[in-house]
């Protein structure tokens, strides 16, 4: 079992950029799918990004494409995302999450353990 723990969130304003990470601890980390997802004040945790174990298959919402990128860094055992044009809409918590075995998942039941979560405010 891994474990995760988010950070890098903070207040930013619109149109600037942000990069969360995720430090994944424990073992056969390259062995984990990774995602992100977010949530926002009453509404439903959402999907944000994942990325295949082997870095190779990443996916988007459609709400992120050409703004966030997910990456990852197996040296370091760290999954990134990388937020530009950030928008007042992209205010949520931000979770990282982890799924074991191949494949490219965009759904909360493929994933587990979790993080704790980092905010992410954008001001107008």
């Known amino acids: 079992q891994v474990q995760l723990v988010e950070s890098g969130g903070g207040l930013v304003q619109a149109g600037g950029s942000l990069r969360v990470s995720c430090a994944v601890s424990?073992?056969?980390?390259?062995?984990?799918?990774m995602g992100w997802f977010r949530q926002a004040p009453g509404k439903e945790r959402e999907f944000v990004a994942g990325?295949?174990?082997?870095?190779?298959?990443?996916i988007y919402a459609d709400s992120v494409k050409e703004r966030f990128t997910i990456s990852r860094d197996n040296a370091k055992t760290t999954v990134y995302l990388q937020m530009n044009n950030l928008k007042p809409e992209d205010t949520a918590v931000y979770y990282c999450?982890?799924?074991?075995?191949?494949?490219?998942?965009?759904?909360?039941?493929?994933?587990?353990?979790w993080g704790q979560g980092t905010q992410v405010t954008v001001s107008s």
């Open positions: 990325m295949s174990r082997n870095g190779v298959f990443r």
């Open positions: 999450a982890a799924h074991q075995g191949p494949g490219i998942h965009n759904t909360e039941n493929y994933f587990g353990p």
């Open positions: 424990g073992r056969s980390f390259s062995s984990y799918g």
